[in-house]
């Protein structure tokens, strides 16, 4: 079992910066953001693996986002910079800890073992 907590949620002004965090209690082998506005399905942000920090990223946040780790703290953040109205959303934090996660489904969250509790990113025009 694996807790993830997340942090870091808010509300900005479009064109500002955010950094959400999500802790890991236990070992993780692909660390993923996801983040679903109401009424919508559950979207692909980004992921990252563990051991060697390969790093994806959705289109809509490439040169945006920033996923990074620091494995001392076993956490990951998503460095969100000029933010948009249209990244209002809740953010999920996942995990993967079987180490069976292909590259072609990073973006599937069905494929994630755990999710955070999400939290709230409000950017405002």
């Known amino acids: 079992q694996v807790q993830l907590v997340e942090s870091g949620g808010g509300l900005v002004q479009a064109g500002d910066s955010l950094r959400l965090s999500c802790a890991a209690s236990?070992?993780?082998?692909?660390m993923g953001w996801f983040r679903q506005v109401p009424g919508k399905e559950r979207t692909f942000v980004c992921a990252i693996t563990w051991s060697v920090g390969n790093t994806y990223y959705a289109d809509s946040v490439k040169g945006r986002f920033t996923i990074s780790r620091d494995n001392a703290k076993n956490t990951v953040y998503l460095q969100m910079n000029s933010l948009k109205p249209e990244d209002t959303a809740v953010y999920y934090c996942a995990a993967e800890t079987r180490g069976l996660l292909p590259r072609s489904s990073l973006a599937v969250g069905a494929q994630y073992d755990y999710w955070g509790q999400g939290t709230q990113v409000t950017v405002s025009s």
């Open positions: 236990g070992r993780t082998h692909v």
